[in-house]
């Protein structure tokens, strides 16, 4: 991402630029210069938006868990449809925009890290909690909603990471997916 010379970088491109490194390199390799040279810019302007690097890393996980977890439970709560299509619709947001692509990383560096772990360890039980009221609301039973809800968000998670499918690949199965998951109990 080179930026000209009438262009500023605004706090979340150096956060979204951070994020690329994390996932490429772990954490070790967010530093201010090489994140600098990514984006295109010099390290002093790095300092318009942030102290130091701690100040990055804590802005790093806010937006990691505001962006790729509060954003799509929100958007999913508000859904007005049928709960099935609400799980499906989150499914393929997920999915399709690469909400959990960067997850790995942070559980990588949630295992070095006691404060990534906290935000880490918060942003699951986030979405594993949304995940079985979804499926509580699809009508299935309380451990059934938790069982199918857990099964949803590692499924998503690990997919998104671990797999290296393109992503027409992961819309054709996607949908086979959501209906074993939906499947009368």
């Not at 505001?66 to 947001?93: N, S």
């Not at 692509?101 to 979405?127: P, T």
Request: aromatic share 12%.
């Amino acid at each position: 991402m080179a930026v000209t010379k009438s262009d500023r970088l605004c706090r979340d491109d150096w956060i979204r630029g951070a994020l690329e490194l994390l996932s490429k390199a772990g954490v070790e390799s967010v530093k201010i210069v090489p994140l600098a040279e990514q984006l295109g810019v010099t390290s002093g302007s790095f300092y318009w938006h942030f102290k130091n690097r701690r100040e990055l890393y804590d802005a790093l996980l806010d937006y990691w868990e505001r962006e790729m977890t509060d954003a799509a439970i929100e958007a999913a709560k508000h859904f007005a449809g049928p709960p099935k299509e609400r799980i499906w619709r989150l499914m393929e947001q997920v999915m399709s925009i690469g909400l959990a692509r960067y997850d790995l990383a942070i559980w990588h560096w949630a295992q070095m890290d006691s404060n990534a772990n906290r935000v880490f360890k918060r942003s699951l039980k986030k979405r594993f909690t949304f995940a079985a009221w979804m499926f509580s609301e699809a009508g299935f039973s309380h451990e059934q909603a938790e069982i199918r809800g857990r099964m949803m968000v590692i499924y998503m998670m690990g997919e998104s990471t671990l797999i290296p499918d393109s992503m027409a690949k992961r819309k054709e199965f996607l949908k086979l997916k959501h209906a074993i998951l939906i499947a009368p109990e």
